[in-house]
């Protein structure tokens, strides 16, 4: 994860969309064909796009209150008992329509590849009702072919137990079992299926079956593990073959180790821990016992209301102790890897996408040293140089 391969006073050809070339400046014009148009990043840094690979970003309303109970000394659980967090969400998603929510989303994503974002996971799990959730992924799918920014959907059904289903869990993971997952299966809504396995939300054996049953209909594994207790989510990653772990912040030993074993990316959330105020995944831990590390945004109403890469890069450096090389290579290759999309984005490379973010700072290091400022300047989605 430190090897980033630079390449001073280096040079990118992109064609037709895809990476032509790319190395040192004094092969270029040994290359380059006489029709190319050029475009001048001198003194600067060129960086793959971003991958945030774990976003909630179609949401409606906003909880700045919770933010303000927070500051009060309210804790995040004490607040879903009375009604807020995930639930408080669901109340006004269920209320939009999904034009709606699909223009909040445009201008959350037209930002984000402002900051350098060019690919992004976007999870359902603000409706919880059938008709809800598909209007999400139909919403999300909608906008992965409109929009110019590649988009992953994710299936997160099992993101709480709905008010409907207060006191029947076991109900609510039938119909996410025997009604959503086969309707997003054969309507291929997604390509991830995704639980909240943690204690006051899916047991284990709960969080199994689901995802075993988006396996079935052709959905990936992904899940939120070991956020608030070690609760053996990243076990059960391991177990159903997961193509990453997320959150993390109370991972036990065996969690981190049977992870690395089965091969599965750990997806840090730095900004979760930052705006909430509690402990960080073990970062180096992770990437010391050979576990491929991701850092994603979580950009959401509640928990983390920033989908800046390089603030979650910064805090990951200050506080989780990654080195700023790290955590590059987490925000972009490995971003990738957790999404399954390593061959076709996350690094410049020949054949890859032509996703490139160009950065007025001296020296890459700088981008996650200075922070809370936007030093992109420029992006570069599929060879395309955007007016943002």
């Given at each position: 994860?430190?090897?980033?391969?630079?390449?001073?006073?280096?040079?990118?050809?992109?064609?037709?969309?895809?990476?032509?070339?790319?190395?040192?400046?004094?092969?270029?014009?040994?290359?380059?064909?006489?029709?190319?148009g050029e475009f001048d990043a001198s003194g600067m840094v060129a960086l793959p796009g971003f991958v945030d690979?774990?976003?909630?970003?179609?949401?409606?309303?906003?909880?700045?209150?919770?933010?303000?109970?927070?500051?009060?000394?309210?804790?995040?659980?004490?607040?879903?008992?009375?009604?807020?967090?995930?639930?408080?969400?669901?109340?006004?998603?269920?209320?939009?329509?999904?034009?709606?929510?699909?223009?909040?989303?445009?201008?959350?994503?037209?930002?984000?590849?402002?900051?350098?974002?060019?690919?992004?996971?976007?999870?359902?799990?603000?409706?919880?009702?059938?008709?809800?959730?598909?209007?999400?992924?139909?919403?999300?799918?909608?906008?992965?072919?409109?929009?110019?920014?590649?988009?992953?959907?994710?299936?997160?059904?099992?993101?709480?137990?709905?008010?409907?289903?207060?006191?029947?869990?076991?109900?609510?993971?039938?119909?996410?079992?025997?009604?959503?997952?086969?309707?997003?299966?054969?309507?291929?809504?997604?390509?991830?299926?995704?639980?909240?396995?943690?204690?006051?939300?899916?047991?284990?054996?709960?969080?199994?079956?689901?995802?075993?049953?988006g396996k079935q209909w052709g959905m990936k594994p992904k899940i939120h593990a070991d956020e608030l207790t070690?609760?053996?989510?990243?076990?059960?990653?391991?177990?159903?073959?997961?193509?990453?772990?997320?959150?993390?912040?109370?991972?036990?030993?065996?969690?981190?180790?049977?992870?690395?074993?089965?091969?599965?990316?750990?997806?840090?959330?730095?900004?979760?821990?930052?705006?909430?105020?509690?402990?960080?995944?073990?970062?180096?831990?992770?990437?010391?016992?050979?576990?491929?590390?991701?850092?994603?945004?979580?950009?959401?109403?509640?928990?983390?209301?920033?989908?800046?890469?390089?603030?979650?890069?910064?805090?990951?450096?200050?506080?989780?102790?990654?080195?700023?090389?790290?955590?590059?290579?987490?925000?972009?290759?490995?971003?990738?890897?957790?999404?399954?999309?390593?061959?076709?984005?996350?690094?410049?490379?020949?054949?890859?996408?032509?996703?490139?973010?160009?950065?007025?700072?001296?020296?890459?290091?700088?981008?996650?040293?200075?922070?809370?400022?936007?030093?992109?300047?420029?992006?570069?989605?599929?060879?395309?140089?955007?007016?943002?």
């Amino acid at each position: 994860m430190r090897d980033l391969g630079v390449i001073n006073d280096a040079g990118v050809l992109c064609r037709e969309g895809k990476i032509a070339w790319v190395g040192p400046m004094q092969e270029w014009h040994e290359t380059l064909p006489d029709d190319v148009g050029e475009f001048d990043a001198s003194g600067m840094v060129a960086l793959p796009g971003f991958v945030d690979s774990h976003t909630h970003m179609m949401f409606a309303g906003s909880r700045e209150k919770e933010f303000a109970l927070r500051a009060n000394g309210v804790s995040y659980q004490e607040i879903a008992g009375q009604g807020g967090g995930i639930l408080d969400t669901i109340t006004h998603v269920r209320a939009a329509g999904k034009k709606e929510l699909k223009r909040h989303t445009r201008r959350f994503m037209s930002d984000m590849m402002r900051h350098g974002t060019t690919t992004v996971e976007i999870k359902s799990g603000y409706g919880l009702t059938m008709d809800a959730e598909m209007m999400m992924l139909e919403g999300i799918n909608e906008l992965m072919s409109e929009e110019l920014m590649t988009v992953v959907p994710t299936f997160l059904g099992a993101h709480a137990v709905p008010p409907e289903y207060k006191g029947d869990t076991e109900g609510y993971v039938a119909l996410i079992v025997n009604k959503m997952i086969p309707y997003v299966g054969k309507k291929k809504l997604a390509a991830f299926c995704d639980v909240f396995c943690e204690e006051g939300f899916f047991t284990p054996a709960q969080a199994e079956r689901i995802l075993e049953a988006g396996k079935q209909w052709g959905m990936k594994p992904k899940i939120h593990a070991d956020e608030l207790t070690a609760g053996g989510g990243a076990e059960l990653a391991a177990r159903v073959g997961a193509v990453s772990a997320d959150h993390l912040e109370r991972i036990s030993p065996a969690g981190i180790a049977a992870m690395r074993d089965a091969g599965i990316v750990a997806g840090i959330l730095p900004g979760v821990s930052f705006f909430l105020g509690h402990g960080y995944a073990p970062a180096r831990a992770l990437i010391d016992a050979g576990v491929a590390v991701a850092i994603a945004s979580d950009f959401n109403p509640g928990s983390c209301m920033s989908y800046s890469m390089p603030m979650m890069m910064t805090i990951a450096c200050a506080q989780m102790r990654m080195t700023p090389e790290e955590s590059i290579t987490a925000a972009t290759m490995n971003g990738a890897a957790a999404l399954g999309i390593s061959s076709t984005v996350g690094s410049i490379e020949v054949g890859k996408n032509a996703d490139i973010i160009v950065a007025d700072v001296p020296d890459y290091r700088f981008l996650a040293y200075h922070f809370g400022t936007n030093h992109v300047r420029t992006t570069i989605k599929n060879g395309t140089i955007l007016e943002l």
